[in-house]
């Protein structure tokens, strides 16, 4: 054991920082890098005035009450990584489309969304049910699929819708149990968390995400997205890892089909293992000489297809929530509820922001902002190139005409006034994203879910996807599990067990 460390993770986004503090937790020589001077990637804080906004986060899937705990509170406790955290129980979402005469909240009481949803449309109350059947058993076999004893032979038995589900899209699934159309376009608008329409994303990725926040609720760090970076880095260093911030990896050294060190500042640091929490196609094209990089990577990063990229308003109110009128935390305010349409009206231009989702951090802490004050959250989304073209000196007066048009949407659908009592603003555009997290197109959602590229076939493909190199894994949104916190936490700590597992079987560590 001549190297200079069991592993070195490039990137401490959710992803690094998980698979790093796992590791180092675990007893192997540990070396994080990342090439800013914070941790977190999308998951960190911004402090503006009076304020700290969060700049990510709206809800973590999969944390679940302490009496209660869903995988990420029991990996974070595993860890002993200390996070406080608030669960908002109330609504799922509260959906606001005015062309479509829709205001509606879906509520997490199952009992009450069947009922509530019947009056809205009126037959949808069973086939409700039997969704809500098929998303808590899909929450159940998304856990289990990431578990370390995990046996596919045994998917059917425990969970025999999983496959069916894996294979269908949304919209399959839901004509299938025979869910009234104004249901169906009521009940899948979380579609654009996970960013692939309802035609083309598979059920089993959306019933998942849907039965976990019904069964264990949206989470959130008392403190921002910034307490779990923190939390996790701690574990890092406590464990005797080392973190190294303003670090950016300029080489991912490979011979032979097996990697074995990284070159940092010119210097190249040997490791038995190298945990990629930057993007395949960076790393392919830009980190790892060619020759060295297998063709079926280039074939299939080339074939997938990004996901989309988001456009984000951050406001310091100098008024409570309350008194701005907000009822809801997550407010989704859409032009139309058919997700293909609204894809097309974002795709390959910045005109339109079909789909903003407006979030009152307040209502689910209370004292995240001073007395009198609230902290709102707009997030739009866009697809393809629409940004690609800008030029540096018209980036802060689009950002601005884009801000404004979102906040104008907002105050016409809820009918209130924000405009007025904006004290901080901080916006960030799909450049600003490329910029801070180093991802092709600023997308903090890796590759887009479809039918050929789901979670399960993922699954089935990830030894050959993710582990071409010998020595080199990826983790992060751009892996197995996609986008979101939940994924990107649960991956890294997969990847480092794996890791402990064979460095143990070599006997490189003995606890
Ligand atoms: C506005 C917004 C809202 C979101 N809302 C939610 C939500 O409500 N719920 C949810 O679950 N998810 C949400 N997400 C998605 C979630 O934040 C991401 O999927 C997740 O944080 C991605 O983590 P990651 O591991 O891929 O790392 P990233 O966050 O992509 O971080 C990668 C890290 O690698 C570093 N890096 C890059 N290149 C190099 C290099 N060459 N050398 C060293 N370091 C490098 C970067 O500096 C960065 O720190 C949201 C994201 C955004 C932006």
Known sequence: MNNDYGAIVIGAGNGGLMAAATLAKKGVRTLLIDKHNIPGGSASSIHRGRFEFEPSLHELAAVGEAENPSYVRQMFDELGADVEWCIEHKELYHLYVPEEGIDFALSSDPKKLCMDLE???????????????????????????????????????????????????????????GMPERAQRIVSQYWCYLGATTTE??????????????????????????????????????????VWYNTPAEKILVKDGKAYG??????????????????????????????????????????????LNLFTVYLGMNKTGEELGFKSYSNFILNSTDSDFLVKQASDNRENVPAVIINCLNNVIPDC???????????????????????????????????????????????????????????????????????????????????????????????????????????????????????????????????VEAQKEKGEIQR
Request: net charge negative; with cysteine.
């Open 369 to 499: 902002t001073p007395e009198g004050t609230s902290f709102l959250f707009l997030t739009g989304f866009f697809f393809g190139n629409g940004w690609d073209s800008i030029k540096p000196e018209e980036h802060q007066k689009e950002k601005e005409r884009v801000a404004e048009a979102m906040i104008r949407r907002c105050e016409e659908a809820l009918h209130m006034e924000i405009m007025p009592y904006i004290e901080e603003i901080e916006i960030a555009s799909p450049v600003t994203f490329a910029r801070f997290l180093g991802s092709p197109q600023g997308t903090p959602y890796g590759y887009r879910m479809n039918k050929w590229d789901n979670y399960i076939q993922r699954i089935v493909d990830k030894r050959l996807d993710e582990k071409m190199i010998k020595g080199l894994d990826f983790v992060g949104a751009a892996t197995h599990g996609g986008d979101g916190y939940s994924p990107t936490y649960l991956g890294g700590y997969e990847t480092a067990i794996e890791i």
């Open 119 to 177: 009056k809205e449309a009126p037959g949808s109350a069973g086939p409700m049910m039997k969704m809500l059947q098929l998303a808590g058993e899909a929450a159940r076999a998304f856990a289990y699929m990431g578990m370390k004893d995990y046996d596919p032979n045994k998917l059917d038995e425990l969970f025999p819708h999983a496959k069916t589900l894996a294979g269908h899209t949304i919209k399959e699934v839901l004509d299938e149990i």
């Open 201 to 242: 994303m598979d059920a089993l990725t959306y019933f998942r995400m849907f039965g976990g926040y019904l069964m264990f609720g949206a989470g959130m760090p008392k403190l921002r997205s910034h307490e779990l970076s923190l939390a996790l880095e701690k574990v890092v260093r406590d464990n005797g890892g080392e």
């Open 262 to 307: 990284v070159r940092i500042g010119g210097k190249d640091y040997l490791c038995d293992n190298v945990v990629s929490n930057v993007y395949p196609d960076y790393a392919y094209s830009y980190l790892i000489d060619k020759e060295e990089v297998p063709e079926r990577a280039v074939k299939l990063t080339n074939a997938r297809e990004l996901a």
